[in-house]
T-cell receptor, first 113, second 114 residues
Framework: KQEVTQIPAALSVPEGENLVLNCSFTDSAIYNLQWFRQDPGKGLTSLLLIQSSQREQTSGRLNASLDKSSGRSTLYIAASQPGDSATYLCAVRWASGTYKYIFGTGTRLKVLA | DAEITQSPRHKITETGRQVTLACHQTWNHNNMFWYRQDLGHGLRLIHYSYGVQDTNKGEVSDGYSVSRSNTEDLPLTLESAASSQTSVYFC?????????????FGPGTRLTVL
């Protein structure tokens, strides 16, 4: 069964710290993986999409890496700020014939001022 | 700017009533999706559509239906609302061509079934 897992479920860090959020998936034959941010009571905002042929993608202070062989992706946030506090979700698309994504349950991040 | 809108944003209804949640996108995307989000379960796919007149069941489709009569809209209908359908519902869309088809989400509808 294709599943996506995010551990830990919650994380608190002091402002300024560099941090890594983890996403693991069963079945390494993915098509692509997408990272989202969700603020309380809001919808999901796409942060980064990384194709199966890529090792990493960067946007500002965010860097997503992908290691298909180990079934893992990490989202690296540099110099964290209180405004980064949100829930971060990863979602995996497995087959090229479908556009469906399976989501992890997310990591709730709190950056303390 | 292109966007996805959902209405209503909040809805309270009674058990047994039919409810329709609207989703409208101006991205001109062929793919549209409905998810529900519940504590401990994350986002689960209810129904999806890859184009006009196309609809498909997701992993939690029982008690829900959709229809796609144009590119912009994919309304979600709860045939007979149940308390187990209390949830936050999200609509999303993505383009159908190419490999960089990220999903864009609407703001969500919070549905309470009493």
């Amino acid at each position: 069964k294709q599943e996506v897992t995010q551990i830990p479920a919650a994380l608190s860090v002091p402002e300024g710290e560099n941090l890594v959020l983890n996403c693991s998936f069963t079945d390494s034959a993915i098509y692509n993986l997408q990272w989202f941010r969700q603020d309380p009571g809001k919808g999901l905002t796409s942060l980064l999409l990384i194709q199966s042929s890529q090792r990493e993608q960067t946007s500002g202070r965010l860097n997503a890496s992908l290691d298909k062989s180990s079934g893992r992706s990490t989202l690296y946030i540099a110099a964290s700020q209180p405004g980064d506090s949100a829930t971060y979700l990863c979602a995996v698309r497995w087959a090229s014939g479908t556009y469906k994504y399976i989501f992890g349950t997310g990591t709730r991040l709190k950056v303390l001022a | 700017d292109a966007e996805i809108t959902q209405s209503p944003r909040h809805k309270i209804t009674e058990t047994g009533r039919q409810v329709t949640l609207a989703c409208h996108q101006t991205w001109n995307h062929n793919n549209m999706f409905w998810y529900r989000q519940d504590l401990g379960h994350g986002l689960r796919l209810i129904h999806y559509s890859y184009g006009v007149q196309d609809t498909n069941k997701g992993e939690v489709s029982d008690g829900y239906s959709v229809s796609r009569s144009n590119t912009e809209d994919l309304p979600l209908t709860l045939e007979s609302a149940a308390s187990s359908q209390t949830s936050v519902y999200f609509c999303a869309s993505s383009k159908a061509s190419g490999s960089y088809n990220e999903q864009f989400f609407g703001p969500g509808t919070r549905l309470t079934v009493l």
